[in-house]
């Protein structure tokens, strides 16, 4: 179905409208399908950034994380228009009830701080709270993956050396992934203080 929405602007544009719709499951399906649509044609969404961002405030854990998912691929084409999700992911990363939209909204925000130093700066504090919060979890993998493509981002000097010294005792004395992990963020942020 997501090829069929990205040929037919009318039934994103339907898509869309279910997204403000009353009925919950008609909510997650539009934004299950969303969601795939942006994997495959972020572009496609961008003029649609507004409405994505509004569902973030849906009650329901699948819209808000498939939006949150959506948004990072529009991250990737324009990130300007992703920057008002800013509230709506923050909420998202220290969400009690789901796992999976704290991840969502960790991604997200990993991906929009690396586009430029004054977003870096922006996201780095919640960033590194929830790092804090979810260390060893078992999302946590997933979270340092994101924190990897942060550090290798167009990062403000303050939020390179901040993350530089969240993750240096994991470099040095801690174990398997988390180590692992630590290593190459560590090493990607002294390789971006080279150039």
Known sequence: MAEDESKDGASLEALVERLKGSRRRGRQEAAHEIAMLAKADPQSLVTY????????????????????????????VDASVVAAGFDGAEASLFDDGSAIVRLAAFKFLSCYGA????????????????????HGDPEYHDMLVSMLEFARGSLSEKSRDALAARVAFDA???????????TEIAAAVAAAREQ
């Open 115 to 134: 586009t430029s130093e004054r977003a870096s700066d922006a996201v780095w504090p919640l960033l590194d709270e929830a790092v804090q919060c979810y």
């Open 49 to 76: 950034a507004d409405d994505l961002v509004d569902a973030l405030d849906r009650p329901e854990a699948q819209t808000r994380w498939e939006m949150l998912d959506a948004l990072t691929s529009v991250t990737s």
């Open 172 to 182: 040095e004395s801690g174990r398997g992934y988390i180590k692992a992990y630590s």
